[in-house]
């Protein structure tokens, strides 16, 4: 019988279970042992469809277990991805490498061996999954995060894992973005300061401004320099330099860059090590969901960032800043990925049934000439007059829909983006300008605002026209609602990411303004996540 010490090395056992060969040491004729092994392994893999359909198709064959070199080398690459899944962010013991590995030692039987070959099969497949396209499921976690991730088969990780080499294979499935690798570094580089100790005291009062000493200035002094925003100093004053390292810290936190620590930044300063490790966390397994190709041309929508950006080829090539959903249960911005067709100039509103019905009906009930900027249509389009007893109608039962017609002062401006979706989300002008000016821009019913509609568009229509300025002013000039179609379609990819790397390298980071970061920490904690402090 195969015996191998209670504490063997992984290198032992893979020494032995490979080199012996493991059908070959168990004494019963071969025929009998292929025949159980393949009998425990179709048991074995009943209960996983992706496991059991690949075992099917290749006739209940080893690819783990055998006493080739090829299994050995498989085995020892995933013992490794699995003890170091935690550098991605991953639950390590989700993977249950100890009793995988006391399985391996404690194989006796060749019913044993069946078993140890699916579980290590089992474990593997759990592992690309995650790795690839994360541990959670969004709409699981909250309601908003309506993004569509798409998951491979199992058995398709099996197929190619046979035929590839396994440690190079195992390491193409994490995602190659330039983003998560970033990410990865910072993750890293927050582990070892929180083995250090963090970044000293936090910052004891409320509010500092230029010309403010003491105590306090002190700690604020400390804990820039600690953070990288401030070079040694040994000032008690708030001085220019503090000045200018508060700014350089309020840019990277998406702060107003005023170089006062009020409330806010004062807030922000004092958030721990940890707490931004947990942010690049979930920032890693954001970047697993989103799966879609981001090479060349994309909008991206950054919704805690409040901005809108066109990237091309890894540039962004244009920005803007953004008013987003408001912080309510009804109006929070989705998130989602689709692909931009076209453009609407002097555009319609066609009021959602939901504003109208909450909004505007109980106001048409007590005033039928109540919203006049708005027309209101039967099911035909015929205009309804405000003569019309609006009393009698619920919200179930109003049969009217309600437009406002193109013009300056129309609810989207003079253009709206469209990536025809379920959620009826786009992007669009507003007339609302003064909102752009605030530090937290969440006021829409979901929608996305943009502060440079304009400009937003002659960046889209460049890549059609020889004058897209002059093109898109010839046709809002006409009045008429007109639909311009986009020649290329641009994908777009609405996120919601609190931490994320500049092009620059430099890791930035934003509030969790709807709370999903937060349920995504605590879903990935329950999953067997936890905070890590390395040294050296």
Request: net charge positive; proline share 5%.
């Amino acid at each position: 019988m195969l015996r191998l010490p209670r504490r063997s090395s992984a290198r032992t056992v893979f020494h032995l279970l490979g080199a012996a060969g493991l059908l070959a040491l168990l004494g019963a004729p071969v025929s009998a042992q292929v025949t159980a092994f393949k009998q425990a392994i179709a048991e074995a893999a009943y209960k996983s469809d992706a496991v059991a359909k690949f075992y099917r198709e290749n006739d209940y064959n080893p690819i783990w277990t055998g006493k080739g070199d090829e299994h050995r080398a498989r085995r020892a690459a995933l013992i490794q991805a699995l003890s170091s899944a935690d550098v991605h962010g991953l639950p390590v013991d989700r993977y249950r490498l100890d009793q995988l590995m006391d399985k391996m030692r404690d194989a006796e039987t060749t019913r044993d061996l069946g078993m140890v070959e699916v579980a290590l099969s089992r474990a593997f497949v759990t592992y690309a999954r995650d790795i690839q396209t994360g541990v959670l499921r969004p709409s699981t976690i909250d309601g908003g995060m309506v993004r569509k991730v798409e998951r491979r088969d199992g058995d398709a990780y099996l197929r190619e894992l046979e035929t590839a080499a396994p440690r190079e294979y195992i390491r193409t499935l994490a995602p190659t973005s330039p983003q998560y690798r970033a990410l990865l570094k910072e993750k890293l580089r927050l582990e070892h300061l929180l083995a250090e100790g963090g970044w000293g005291p936090t910052v004891p009062v409320r509010k500092m401004e230029p010309g403010d000493a003491g105590d306090a200035v002190v700690s604020l002094r400390n804990r820039l320099i600690d953070m990288g925003y401030m070079g040694r100093s040994a000032s008690r004053t708030y001085d220019t330099a503090m000045q200018n390292a508060v700014q350089a810290f309020q840019s990277a936190h998406g702060l107003e860059a005023d170089g006062v620590a009020g409330k806010g930044t004062i807030t922000e300063i004092n958030k721990s090590v940890g707490d931004r490790l947990k942010s690049v966390i979930v920032a890693l397994e954001r970047e697993r969901w989103l799966t879609r190709d981001r090479d060349g041309r994309h909008v991206l929508v950054n919704q805690t960032d409040f901005s809108a950006k066109i990237v091309d080829d890894g540039y962004v090539t244009f920005q803007t800043r953004s008013v987003i959903g408001k912080n309510t249960s009804d109006r929070r911005t989705p998130e989602f990925s689709d692909v931009m067709e076209h453009m609407v100039i002097n555009p319609s509103w066609y009021v959602p049934r939901s504003i109208i019905t909450k909004e505007y009906l109980p106001k048409l009930r007590a005033n039928p000439n109540a919203v006049g900027h708005l027309e209101i249509t039967d099911s035909r389009g015929r205009r309804v007059g405000r003569g019309h007893d609006f009393s009698q109608y619920s919200s179930r039962s109003f049969p009217f829909a309600m437009r406002q017609p193109p013009g300056k002062r129309n609810a989207l401006g003079l253009v709206k983006f469209m990536f025809p979706n379920k959620y009826n989300i786009y992007l669009h002008d507003t007339p609302q300008k003064h909102l752009f000016a605030r530090e937290v821009r969440a006021y829409s019913h979901g929608c996305i605002r943009l502060a440079q509609p304009f400009e937003f568009a002659y960046a889209l229509l460049a890549k059609q026209s020889s004058d897209p300025e002059g093109y898109f002013h010839q046709v809002l000039n006409t009045g008429r609602e007109t639909k311009v179609v986009l020649e290329e379609p641009v994908p777009v990819h609405i996120i919601y990411r609190t931490a994320v790397i500049s092009p620059k390298g430099q890791a930035e980071y934003r509030r969790d303004i709807y709370g999903r970061d937060a349920k995504i920490w605590s879903a990935l904690s329950n999953a067997g996540v936890a905070l890590s402090a390395v040294r050296g």
